[in-house]
T-cell receptor, first 112, second 114 residues
Framework: SQQGEEDPQALSIQEGENATMNCSYKTSINNLQWYRQNSGRGLVHLILIRSNEREKHSGRLRVTLDTSKKSSSLLITASRAADTASYFC????????????FGSGTRLQVQP | DAGVIQSPRHEVTEMGQEVTLRCKPISGHNSLFWYRQTMMRGLELLIYFNNNVPIDDSGMPEDRFSAKMPNASFSTLKIQPSEPRDSAVYFCASKPLLRDNEQFFGPGTRLTVL
């Protein structure tokens, strides 16, 4: 099965609310990254968290990593309409294949 | 820097035709990745290169697909012959080899095979 599964598949919230997206994975990892994709565009890197880190912040983004549960969450605080996009987690394994494996993504809709 | 450049941005072709997608990575980035994105299968890694050498092509779906990187500033993904199920958005991404950080994605090529 696929490494990196996001949950929920789709999320619709009002502007100003917080959005939380979750990612689960199956193998031991070196790091986990979150990317954003606007409709019709390429992916843009948001944040990277290493396997020895538990939490990381960048602006309105907060990422947590629980390696014991093999899961991560991305929190976007005080969401804006411009945050509407698909969000993907990507994992880099610590052994074997070193390329990133992307999840299926969460489609976030922020209503103005 | 202009970022990762892909061409063409859109390609419509008929089944059986050869399709060549092109990518220019960011200067100084010596890892290059080709991905395919569809609604059904999501984002799939097809192949990646380090220093122009293919490292992992296990994601290439069939022998109809081939990729080359003749130099550090250019890569191609070729499909011959193309089939309707190859319709997808193909992304190229690059990163510095020794830095374990983000990949920089191009805008993608939307391929439609009729």
């Amino acid at each position: 099965s696929q490494q990196g599964e996001e949950d929920p598949q789709a999320l619709s919230i009002q502007e100003g609310e917080n959005a939380t997206m979750n990612c689960s994975y199956k193998t031991s990892i070196n790091n986990l990254q979150w990317y954003r994709q606007n409709s019709g565009r390429g992916l843009v890197h948001l944040i990277l968290i290493r396997s020895n880190e538990r939490e990381k912040h960048s602006g309105r983004l907060r990422v947590t990593l629980d390696t014991s549960k093999k899961s991560s969450s991305l929190l976007i605080t005080a969401s804006r309409a411009a945050d509407t996009a698909s969000y993907f987690c990507a994992t880099r394994r610590d052994t074997g294949r070193r390329a990133l494996t992307f999840g299926s993504g969460t489609r976030l809709q922020v209503q103005p | 820097d202009a970022g990762v450049i892909q061409s063409p941005r859109h390609e419509v072709t008929e089944m059986g035709q050869e399709v060549t997608l092109r990518c220019k990575p960011i200067s100084g980035h010596n890892s290059l990745f080709w991905y395919r994105q569809t609604m059904m299968r999501g984002l799939e890694l097809l192949i990646y290169f380090n220093n122009n050498v293919p490292i992992d092509d296990s994601g290439m779906p069939e022998d109809r697909f081939s990729a080359k990187m003749p130099n550090a500033s250019f890569s191609t993904l070729k499909i011959q012959p193309s089939e309707p199920r190859d319709s997808a958005v193909y992304f190229c991404a690059s990163k510095p080899l020794l830095r374990d950080n983000e990949q920089f994605f191009g805008p993608g090529t939307r391929l439609t095979v009729l």
